[in-house]
């Protein structure tokens, strides 16, 4: 079993930035891709950015380029998401979610293990 516990989440201003993190344990941390997912309230669950077991590949969802950044460290068994020029449209759950391989994925049923979710909220 694999727990994920995120933190970081909040209230913004539009333009601000916010840094979630990931703890992950229960298992191999450095050997699966991790991702991050979000959902706002009536909408179905969408892929903000992907990152692989080495941290040498990244993807990011559209929406995303430009002003997020995901990363990890495996020695803390930790992944990121750095979120820069924050919108009123980001506003939603993020979740933090485990591969079930080495390679991350936009899709979710290429995770296996889900955080309970942060909210963030971006105030225009």
């Known amino acids: 079993q694999v727990q994920l516990v995120e933190s970081g989440g909040g209230l913004v201003q539009a333009g601000g930035s916010l840094r979630l993190s990931c703890a992950a344990s229960?298992?191999?941390?450095?050997?699966?891709?991790m991702g991050w997912f979000r959902q706002a309230p009536g909408k179905e669950r969408e892929f903000v950015a992907g990152i692989s077991w080495s941290g040498g590949s990244t993807n990011h969802a559209d929406s995303a380029k430009g002003r997020f950044t995901i990363s990890r460290d495996n020695a803390k068994n930790t992944v990121y998401l750095e979120m820069n020029s924050l919108k009123p449209e980001d506003t939603a759950v993020y979740y933090c979610?485990?591969?079930?391989?080495?390679?991350?994925?936009?899709?979710?049923?290429?995770?296996?293990?889900w955080g309970q979710g942060t909210q963030v909220t971006v105030s225009s």
């Open positions: 229960g298992r191999t941390f450095s050997g699966y891709a």
């Open positions: 979610a485990a591969g079930k391989g080495p390679y991350s994925s936009g899709s979710v049923t290429s995770y296996a293990y």
